[in-house]
């Protein structure tokens, strides 16, 4: 009776709701099946739904319903098997349809997936599978999709990703982020040949990837071959595979991140003649591939601070974080270290970068980065404090699609504390990175030293010619 209740008040759209239930196939022994190679005979399918966290706008386009069939073997995933992963898809789906209410169909949870997960191809457009579905997903809509007696369009909407191959390494918790899985996928990166990577996502989060590194294929593996990449992920157990620590970055924003280090390349090449390292304040860990890349690829003495020890153990343990006389990491609260270095409570508290890769713990909105806290005036001037004159504060930013005053409101505090401000788009429509510098430039970035830049070209691409000034609103 409970269930019939919640699906009775599906008549109405209600911010940020999320049910699900099983429902009887309506595939059985049809051609039209999505998942008829793993079991053509199963009963019944999940069917999830979750509504907006913000009611949708009453002026044209007009938000509406829209459904989306789980891929083939992922059903456990979690961005298909969670509350936080769907919520995710249904903002993100926004930029092919304004819609209020998403639908996922898939195979029940429990239904067993294998352990290698090979990533199907995109549906069929149209999808058959549609027309097998189409009542069931009219009678999900809302009371409202049906004004004047229309029937409304309810469209099927695809997911895809870059991935060919994954396959689930280890799942732990840790007590601050809660479940966290280590995996190995291999990448369509073409017109290139796939990788091998190793991710690390959060459970409350599923559809972030925390990071990623490449991975090392045996000796014996071919040197290229797409298909010889493919069978090092099916072997078995990953165990032969290592991933590739202080090189160039995988993840687009990362790269992005370390290229605003540009800023201060005249005060490092000023520490390198006299021998000293620049120190860099890593807030946030996670597999530790900005702070390992910073150490080993340019030489900078890095100090990392994560809330999760856990989440370190997994970093030294699956994706080569290795501390040394250069690299150190221990455990907090990455905001408090800044306001204790601030108060003068830590000794040699001063940096020449302090790398802000922090995301928001409150899933509720879906994605976004940094947490609040770090907006406040009160935090950046902490940071202001314990940076040298010519240091950099660069922040990771995914501004929250239910806030469109957050971007500009940070950047309007950033000038008020800071005087310089730069911007690079990561060009993934999420990521944006903001480099403050504490103190005018003084010189175009043109006028960057040779070596530097030189190295860092080898971490960042060409997010180097991305970098723009943010000026002040006149």
């Known amino acids: 009776m409970a269930v019939c209740a919640e699906l009775n008040q599906l008549q109405h759209i209600e911010p940020s709701r999320f049910i699900s239930f099983s429902f009887p196939s309506p595939f059985l022994h ?10 053509d ?22 938000a509406r319903t829209a459904a989306m069939l789980v891929p083939a073997g992922r059903h456990r995933d979690w961005i ?39 990533c199907a191809a995109a549906r069929p457009d149209p999808d058959p599978a549609r027309a097998r579905l189409l009542p069931l997903l009219l009678a999900l809509c809302p009371r409202a999709a049906f004004g004047n007696g229309a029937i409304p369009d309810v469209p099927l909407l695809s997911f895809h990703d870059d991935l060919l191959r994954l396959v689930p390494v280890q799942v732990v918790a840790g007590p601050v982020v809660g479940e966290m899985l280590v995996e190995d996928v291999a990448v369509d990166c073409a017109p290139g040949p796939a990788e091998l990577r190793r991710r690390l996502r959060f459970k409350r989060m599923p559809c972030l990837i925390q990071t990623q590194v490449r991975l090392a294929r045996p000796m014996s593996a071919a040197a290229s071959a797409a298909s010889s990449l493919l069978e090092a992920l099916e072997e078995g157990p990953a165990s032969s595979l290592q991933p590739e620590v202080g090189g160039p970055l995988v993840q687009p924003y990362l790269q992005a991140m370390v290229a605003g280090l540009a800023l201060i390349d005249s005060s490092v090449e000023e520490n390198a003649r006299s021998g000293a390292r620049p120190r860099c304040l890593c807030a946030g860990v996670g597999g530790g591939a900005l702070p ?45 270290t800044i306001q204790d270095f601030a108060h003068g409570d830590e000794p040699d508290s001063k940096f020449s970068a302090i790398m802000v890769d922090l995301d928001s713990p409150e899933a509720i909105c879906g994605v976004s980065a940094p947490p609040l806290e770090m907006t406040h005036r009160s935090t950046l001037l902490a940071a202001h404090r314990i940076l040298h004159h010519h240091g950099v504060l660069v ?5 929250p699609a239910a806030d469109a005053s957050f971007y500009k409101g940070l950047i309007d505090v950033l000038h008020q504390v800071f005087s310089e401000l730069y911007e690079i788009d990561v060009g993934n429509g999420e990521n944006f990175v903001l480099v403050a510098r504490v103190s005018p430039t ?24 991305r970098i723009r000034k943010v000026e002040i609103p006149s």
């Open 80 to 118: 298909f098997s969670t509350r936080a992963g769907q919520l995710h898809l249904l903002l993100s789906s926004r930029s092919q349809c304004t819609i209020s209410r998403l639908i996922l169909v898939g195979p029940e949870i429990a239904t067993p997936s294998p352990r290698v997960v090979c």
């Open 292 to 336: 390992m890349s910073i150490r080993v690829g340019l030489g900078f003495d890095v100090l990392g601070v994560e809330a999760d020890c856990v989440v370190l153990d997994v970093a030294r343990n699956y994706f080569g974080l290795v501390e040394d006389e250069f690299l150190h990491v221990r455990v907090g609260d990455a905001i408090q």
């Open 30 to 39: 049809d051609a039209s099946n999505p998942y008829s190679d793993a079991d």
């Open 395 to 399: 922040l990771n930013v995914i501004p």
């Open 442 to 465: 003084g010189s175009t970035l043109l006028d960057s030293s040779r070596l530097f830049r030189t190295e860092l070209r080898k971490l960042t691409g060409d997010f180097l010619e």
């Open 41 to 62: 005979h199963a009963e019944f399918l999940r069917v999830a739904v979750v509504d907006s966290p913000a009611p949708a706008a009453p002026s044209p386009p007009a």
